[in-house]
């Protein structure tokens, strides 16, 4: 009997305990995340102290108080600055919100974590049954992956090691963190890549957080084990950390693939543990053993009263909720037919995206505007290190240029020409225009000097008629040298084919 599985055949009556002393394993290999995000609320989650994102910009322990620092009489409350944003990206992220949830403790015991526990969730968290959609293989290619939950908890502070010796900074410490975990749905180093950077914008967009990888606003562990292709059951696993760019992280995914397999063709167990790894050296190293939910002696948290929430607080936090990356590249994709030149810049910040937009609701071509914005809008930012804000013309300046660009009333390089002098000088559009005499003629004057250049072009306009259309572009030139290349070429070859007949 052959049952359908997949894309795939298996024919029941196979033995394949005998096949696969014949032939080698393929193994498969199947990855979930732990993700931490770092909100940037006004606050700390538990306190009234302020939650800084560049922690380089304090002194060492600058930024505490008595709460934070874990001192016997101090009691945590709740801050709904961390609450607002926490509720935003749970909507974000397309979770199950529990309006009813509990705070637990987390027990261990690093000279960084004051109080001796973190205060997380995990017997009633929150939030629950998210998904978050993205795209592959240079947006040809949907995938989704189901997220387990979207906690909230805080962050511990920093150890520094100098010179044998180790001081501590509690100025991160209770800092809100949203800590994401997924369910074991990517089969790809691209993949987790493409789900991260998809993550970081939703983030970023919704203004929940900066996740900067680099500065550590954004952790990520990966958990990686490696099974047999048609084994239901998920095999040892282990867990990497220390990872701040996607490029360390898919370096870091290959590395362990390559271990496991190794071991497992080796006959060898994989051990369950935490891995720690070396990008200089693109190597991974064992950290300890892989702690179990039992280790962390978890219990309710009983200075923290249950979190209760209504539905006129979740759906003001909805209000705020902008159009998804994922959402934008579908509609560019398939409503503008971008391709990857396009779409990657588009997407990658907000505030340009929303730019792109406007103007397509303002009546500029998708097409016309997204050329503009990624050709030349983006290089000149670029180019300058600047942001969109710190640009010295307006949003409808810039709009005006491309419109008398899209009519034909100013030509592409004169465009060009004019935008230069928008960014250098601050001038307007209107009046660079008027200054450099780039105004086009209109259909009357321009089929004057047309019909004049047929005149003086006989030979021409008989070739035309005899099929040499090779003739036209020469007519053509001429037009553009008589009105001194302010007219649009293509008008031009227009009317010279309307009048020639």
């Given at each position: 009997?052959?049952?359908?599985?997949?894309?795939f055949?298996?024919?029941?009556?196979?033995?394949?305990?005998?096949?696969?002393?014949?032939?080698?394993?393929?193994?498969?290999?199947?990855?979930?995340?732990?993700?931490?995000?770092?909100?940037?609320?006004?606050?700390?989650?538990?306190?009234?102290?302020?939650?800084?994102q560049?922690?380089?910009?304090?002194?060492?322990?600058?930024?505490?108080?008595?709460?934070?620092?874990?001192?016997?009489w101090?009691?945590?409350?709740?801050q709904?600055?961390?609450?607002?944003?926490?509720?935003k990206?749970?909507?974000?992220?397309?979770?199950?919100?529990?309006?009813?949830?509990?705070?637990?403790?987390?027990?261990y015991?690093?000279?960084?974590l004051?109080?001796?526990?973190?205060?997380?969730?995990?017997?009633?968290?929150?939030?629950?049954?998210?998904?978050?959609?993205f795209?592959?293989?240079?947006?040809?290619?949907?995938?989704?992956?189901?997220?387990?939950?979207?906690h909230?908890?805080?962050?511990?502070?920093?150890?520094?090691?100098?010179?044998?010796?180790?001081?501590?900074?509690?100025?991160?410490?209770?800092?809100?963190?949203?800590?994401?975990?997924?369910?074991?749905?990517?089969?790809?180093?691209?993949e987790?890549?493409?789900?991260?950077?998809e993550?970081q914008?939703?983030?970023?967009?919704?203004?929940?957080?900066?996740?900067?990888l680099?500065?550590?606003?954004?952790?990520c562990?990966v958990?990686?084990?490696?099974?047999?292709?048609?084994?239901?059951?998920?095999?040892?696993?282990?867990?990497?950390?220390n990872?701040?760019?996607?490029?360390?992280?898919?370096?870091?995914?290959?590395h362990?693939?390559?271990r496991?397999?190794?071991?497992?063709?080796?006959?060898?167990?994989?051990?369950?543990?935490?891995?720690?790894?070396?990008d200089?050296?693109?190597?991974s190293?064992?950290?300890?053993?892989?702690?179990?939910?039992l280790?962390?002696?978890?219990?309710?948290?009983?200075?923290?009263?249950?979190?209760?929430?209504?539905?006129e607080f979740?759906?003001?936090?909805?209000?705020?909720?902008?159009?998804?990356?994922?959402?934008?590249?579908?509609?560019?994709?398939?409503?503008y037919?971008?391709?990857?030149e396009?779409?990657?810049?588009?997407?990658?910040?907000?505030?340009?995206?929303?730019?792109f937009?406007?103007?397509?609701?303002?009546?500029?071509?998708p097409?016309?505007?997204?050329?503009?914005?990624?050709?030349?809008?983006?290089?000149?930012?670029?180019?300058?290190?600047?942001?969109?804000?710190?640009?010295?013309?307006?949003?409808?300046?810039?709009?005006?240029?491309?419109?008398?660009?899209?009519?034909?009333?100013?030509?592409?390089?004169?465009?060009?020409?004019?935008?230069?002098?928008?960014?250098?000088?601050?001038?307007?559009?209107?009046?660079?225009?008027?200054?450099?005499?780039?105004?086009?003629q209109?259909?009357?004057?321009?089929?004057?000097?047309i019909?004049?250049?047929?005149?003086?072009?006989a030979?021409?306009?008989?070739?035309?008629?005899a099929?040499?259309?090779?003739?036209?572009?020469?007519?053509?030139?001429?037009?553009?040298?008589?009105?001194?290349?302010?007219?649009?070429?293509a008008?031009?070859?227009?009317?010279?084919m309307?009048?020639?007949?």
């Amino acid at each position: 009997m052959i049952e359908i599985k997949g894309l795939f055949f298996i024919n029941k009556n196979i033995n394949f305990k005998l096949l696969n002393k014949n032939m080698a394993k393929d193994y498969e290999i199947v990855i979930w995340l732990e993700i931490h995000i770092k909100l940037n609320s006004k606050t700390k989650l538990f306190c009234s102290c302020d939650n800084v994102q560049n922690f380089d910009e304090l002194k060492p322990n600058e930024n505490i108080c008595s709460v934070c620092t874990g001192q016997p009489w101090a009691l945590p409350v709740l801050q709904e600055w961390a609450l607002k944003k926490w509720v935003k990206l749970w909507l974000a992220l397309n979770c199950k919100i529990n309006k009813f949830s509990n705070f637990d403790r987390k027990s261990y015991f690093y000279p960084d974590l004051p109080i001796g526990y973190q205060i997380t969730q995990l017997f009633h968290p929150t939030n629950t049954d998210g998904r978050v959609s993205f795209f592959v293989d240079n947006y040809k290619e949907e995938k989704s992956v189901k997220i387990l939950q979207a906690h909230m908890e805080a962050d511990a502070g920093k150890t520094i090691h100098e010179w044998w010796k180790a001081y501590l900074d509690y100025n991160r410490a209770a800092t809100p963190l949203v800590e994401i975990v997924t369910y074991p749905d990517f089969r790809s180093d691209d993949e987790v890549v493409e789900f991260l950077k998809e993550l970081q914008r939703i983030v970023r967009f919704n203004w929940v957080g900066d996740a900067d990888l680099e500065k550590w606003q954004m952790r990520c562990d990966v958990n990686i084990s490696l099974r047999e292709r048609w084994v239901e059951t998920l095999w040892t696993r282990a867990e990497l950390k220390n990872m701040n760019s996607f490029s360390a992280i898919k370096r870091a995914i290959n590395h362990e693939y390559k271990r496991q397999k190794k071991l497992l063709e080796a006959g060898k167990e994989v051990d369950q543990e935490t891995r720690g790894w070396n990008d200089d050296k693109w190597t991974s190293y064992t950290m300890r053993s892989k702690e179990d939910a039992l280790d962390y002696r978890y219990f309710p948290e009983p200075d923290l009263p249950p979190l209760e929430l209504t539905d006129e607080f979740i759906e003001e936090q909805k209000k705020w909720l902008v159009k998804s990356a994922f959402e934008r590249t579908k509609q560019y994709k398939e409503e503008y037919n971008f391709s990857k030149e396009y779409i990657t810049p588009l997407i990658w910040d907000l505030a340009i995206s929303d730019y792109f937009e406007n103007l397509v609701k303002d009546g500029i071509k998708p097409k016309n505007a997204a050329r503009w914005i990624v050709n030349t809008l983006l290089r000149y930012l670029n180019d300058e290190n600047i942001s969109l804000e710190d640009v010295k013309f307006s949003y409808e300046d810039f709009k005006f240029l491309l419109k008398k660009e899209q009519d034909g009333e100013i030509l592409w390089n004169q465009a060009k020409d004019v935008f230069k002098e928008m960014i250098t000088n601050g001038k307007t559009p209107a009046e660079v225009i008027e200054e450099k005499w780039y105004k086009a003629q209109d259909d009357g004057e321009l089929e004057s000097i047309i019909s004049e250049i047929l005149k003086e072009n006989a030979q021409a306009v008989e070739d035309i008629k005899a099929g040499k259309m090779n003739a036209i572009w020469f007519l053509v030139g001429q037009v553009m040298k008589k009105t001194q290349w302010k007219s649009n070429p293509a008008k031009a070859k227009e009317m010279i084919m309307k009048l020639v007949g």
